[in-house]
């Protein structure tokens, strides 16, 4: 059975840092591309970043570029997302996900994506 565990998130203030770690069980996952997303309370889920399976390639929303960062551990089964210079509205629950077909596909979307963790909360305060 495919598991994605997510870990890291907490309270952070503002301008703060947190970095978020998935681990994949399961299946050899270092074929599968792996994406982040975010929930805020009343709003939509949305992508977050996403980062080939070779780690050669990676997605951001405009929204975080230039303050996330995502990776691929070498073992290919786990990936990170370092959160810098947090924003009040950065704070959501983030949720991993992997995607395992090689069709293409934007990657922003949820839809695309095969399996997903329970999410993991991060809090920033003002």
């Known amino acids: 059975q495919v598991q994605l565990v997510e870990s890291g998130g907490g309270l952070v203030q503002a301008g703060g840092s947190l970095r978020l770690s998935c681990a994949a069980s399961g299946r050899t996952f270092s074929s599968y591309v792996m994406g982040w997303f975010r929930r805020a309370p009343g709003k939509e889920r949305e992508f977050v970043a996403a980062?080939?399976?070779?780690?050669?390639?990676?997605y951001y929303a405009d929204s975080v570029k230039g303050r996330f960062t995502i990776s691929r551990g070498n073992a290919k089964n786990t990936v990170y997302l370092q959160m810098n210079s947090l924003k009040p509205d950065d704070m959501a629950a983030y949720y991993c996900?992997?995607?395992?077909?090689?069709?293409?596909?934007?990657?922003?979307?949820?839809?695309?994506?095969?399996?997903w963790g329970q999410g993991t909360q991060v809090t920033v305060s003002s």
């Open positions: 980062i080939s399976w070779s780690g050669g390639s990676t």
């Open positions: 996900a992997a995607r395992y077909s090689s069709s293409p596909a934007t990657l922003r979307n949820g839809y695309e994506y095969d399996y």
